[in-house]
């Protein structure tokens, strides 16, 4: 009969146990990050007239089972017309390139999070 023991083969085991809940965190942080992120570059880009649609942006963030989503929101009825423009008025984005950017950057987090898969 033969034996054999492998050396850490509990922590392994704890590691491996470990990461779906490590994973999730991570990226739960990295959504929350990216949003804030989100929300103060559209404030930066949001047009100031009265600063009402800039006081108006906010992030909410919400879990969904195992999915984490952050949302950056305005309650200002004019908003659309100021980021995409009218017949009489020019485009002013502030949402949509926020989101661009955040969204790369979000994309980078994650990458980085999968990329450490290897220290837990």
Do not use: C
């Not at 590691?15 to 991570?26: C, F, S, V």
């Not at 880009?45 to 006081?55: A, K, N, Q, V, W």
Request: proline share 4%.
């Amino acid at each position: 009969m033969s034996s054999f023991k492998i050396d850490g083969f509990e922590k392994f085991m704890s590691t491996i146990e470990r990461m779906p809940a490590k994973l999730n965190d991570e990226a739960k942080k990295a959504i929350h990050t990216r949003t804030l992120e989100m929300e103060a570059n559209a404030k930066s880009l949001s047009p100031i007239d009265t600063g009402h649609l800039r006081r108006s942006l906010n992030s909410t963030f919400s879990d969904e089972g195992s999915s984490t989503v952050g949302e950056v929101s305005t309650v200002v009825e004019y908003a659309p017309f100021v980021e995409f423009g009218t017949s009489k008025q020019a485009a002013q984005p502030f949402l949509t390139p926020s989101f661009v950017n955040a969204s790369k950057n979000l994309e980078a987090d994650l990458k980085k999070v999968m990329g450490g898969l290897d220290k837990l």
